[in-house]
């Protein structure tokens, strides 16, 4: 399940993981050319920390034109996707399987927004979205946590430090067990299986089972059907103990009497007549 070209399905996968996304305008269209095969992410920081980060991602710096990443993680956890081509986000180095000093033509580069110096300023949901979000991609591009899940820093050979505050290894398993388990569950194929067989039970509708009903179609769920059957029941015993004149179910009869419902106000009148 590799893909080769553009990442045209970063903004879906990543709403399919439940992650926050923003689309950038044209960011279908910007890049520096095409991917080649992807074989995986390369993670960093802004170095910046600020809400304005994304713009030198999207629009580049002095000597290095933007696009330098494809996403921008914010602190709150959103993605924004900026660009679906080749950006300039690895430089020099190398790691097993990917080209050496060439990774930008098959690596997604996310810039997760944040200063890079201590005392580090990762967010809890920018970390959990960071993870789930090298899951989707990896996930999608058929690549495990450890082929394809690489700090900037791993890489390069040029001295990056980023993403500074962040243990690769224990990130790694982290993005592993999302990609194996997206649920975040730990039930087994066969619980899952059958939690799906509930849930189907619970929320088909069925029809009536009643000799009068008037055909086949179907009223309700089967919770739906007990809630009313129950409520049935109750009615009914009220009801009689009303016609016996119980004080407390003649007292339930003449509150539902008042407020307008015809079967109440049908048992008061046979009361109140028993009483003449």
Excluded at 96 to 111: K, L, Q, R, V
Excluded at 134 to 149: D, F, T, V
Excluded at 164 to 173: L, S, T, V
Aim: aromatic residues 6%.
């Amino acid at each position: 399940m590799s893909w080769t070209g553009d990442p045209v399905w970063l903004a879906d996968a990543l709403r399919a993981e439940g992650l926050k996304v923003f689309e950038h305008e044209g960011w279908e269209r910007r890049g520096h050319g095409d991917f080649r095969d992807i074989r995986g992410v390369l993670c960093h920081h802004t170095a910046g920390g600020g809400p304005n980060d994304w713009r030198v991602v999207q629009d580049g710096r002095p000597g290095l034109p933007g696009p330098l990443a494809q996403l921008v993680l914010e602190k709150d956890g959103t993605y924004r996707v900026v660009a679906v081509g080749v950006c300039w986000h690895a430089g020099r180095g190398s790691w097993p399987g990917w080209p050496t000093d060439n990774a930008n033509y098959h690596t997604i580069g996310i810039e997760a927004v944040s200063r890079g110096t201590p005392p580090w300023d990762w967010t809890a949901a920018q970390l959990d979205a960071y993870k789930r979000g090298c899951a989707a991609i990896l996930r999608r591009i058929g690549k495990s946590a450890a082929a394809g899940c690489v700090a900037h820093r791993e890489y390069s050979s040029e001295g990056k430090i980023d993403p500074a505050g962040i243990d690769m290894n224990a990130f790694r398993r982290d993005v592993q067990a999302l990609i194996d388990n997206p649920t975040g569950d730990d039930m087994t194929p066969e619980e899952r299986t059958l939690l799906k067989d509930v849930h189907r039970e619970l929320t088909q509708k069925y029809p009536s089972r009643s000799k009068y009903r008037k055909d086949d179609r179907v009223v309700d769920t089967l919770a739906g059907i007990v809630l009313n059957i129950d409520g049935r029941v109750h009615e009914d015993h009220v009801e009689r103990e009303a016609l016996k004149k119980v004080e407390w179910a003649v007292s339930l009869v003449k509150r539902e009497a008042a407020k307008g419902d015809p079967g109440a106000q049908a048992v008061l009148a046979q009361i109140e007549g028993g009483s003449k």
